[in-house]
């Protein structure tokens, strides 16, 4: 499902000049049916009480979902757009990394749902999440 050449260093390379680079976001593993990376919960991150922002989970869940879908569908002349994302937070988190892990619920030839879990570094839920991808024919 995704290509095998794909290399952490081509994901991190995605992140430069954008949202995810900004927060710290660190692509960490890649494999035929997953995406993983990491986040910093720190100032970037928080929210006022100095807890981990639920926005911040749905960006690294967003990200998670949204390239691995972009890589199941790489050679294909598709592309995938979001149409829902969701996340349930779990339990609060002050600093530290989180962990996301994106996989596949199901791959059709016109959408996609991958859910991704957040973890602490003790390997606690902290939000899970699920996003819904439209696959579209590449334009052009």
């Not at 690294?60 to 890589?71: C, D, I, N």
Request: net charge neutral; with cysteine.
């Amino acid at each position: 499902m995704i290509p095998k050449e794909i290399t952490i260093a081509d994901l991190n390379a995605l992140n430069k000049n954008t949202m995810m680079e900004h927060i710290g976001i660190e692509f960490t593993a890649v494999g035929h049916d997953f995406v993983e990376a990491k986040m910093p919960v720190d100032h970037r991150t928080h929210q006022p009480y100095g807890l981990l922002h639920g926005g911040a989970s749905v960006v690294l869940a967003e990200t998670l979902g949204s390239v691995a879908a972009h890589l199941a569908v790489t050679g294909q002349q598709k592309l995938t757009v979001g149409l829902e994302v969701n996340a349930n937070h779990l339990k609060g988190i002050k600093k530290g990394f989180v962990f996301g892990k994106a996989q596949p619920l199901h791959v059709g030839r016109s959408t996609h749902v991958w859910e991704i879990t957040i973890t602490d570094e003790h390997q606690n839920k902290v939000c899970v999440s699920r996003i819904t991808m439209a696959v579209i024919d590449k334009k052009g």
